[in-house]
Nanobody, 117 residues
């Protein structure tokens, strides 16, 4: 079964850090390695937005609001991507979703990140 499984969310105080991980379960190497992987988030009352992406060549892209604070990375050997989030702010509170453009697009189930001020 092909699926994306996120972990690492939780409650953190403002200016704290969290690291999210996403395991691409059931992916074969030839599918995972060239895939663009991404993190999206949806905050309370907001639309889902792209936070960061990383393609098969490890080129990265970030939404302006997280530049300098968040870092996306991938480990092809483990078929995993991560999102290191530093200096978290209340506006970062959201459900974070892992996404892959493989197989016409796959989503994880989401993991809650709550930042308390």
């Amino acid at each position: 079964q092909v699926q994306l499984v996120e972990s690492g969310g939780g409650l953190v105080q403002a200016e704290g850090s969290l690291r999210l991980s996403c395991k691409a379960s059931g992916f074969i190497t030839s599918v995972f390695n060239p895939a663009t992987m991404a993190w999206y988030r949806q905050g309370p009352g907001k639309q889902r937005e792209l936070v960061a992406s990383i393609d098969g060549s490890r080129r990265t892209n970030y939404v302006d609001s997280v530049k300098g604070r968040f870092t996306i990375s991938r480990d092809n050997a483990r078929k995993t991507i991560s999102l290191q989030m530093n200096n978290l702010q209340s506006d970062d509170t959201a459900v974070y979703y892992c996404y892959s453009d493989a197989r016409n697009g796959l989503w994880g189930q989401g993991t809650q990140v709550t930042v308390s001020s």
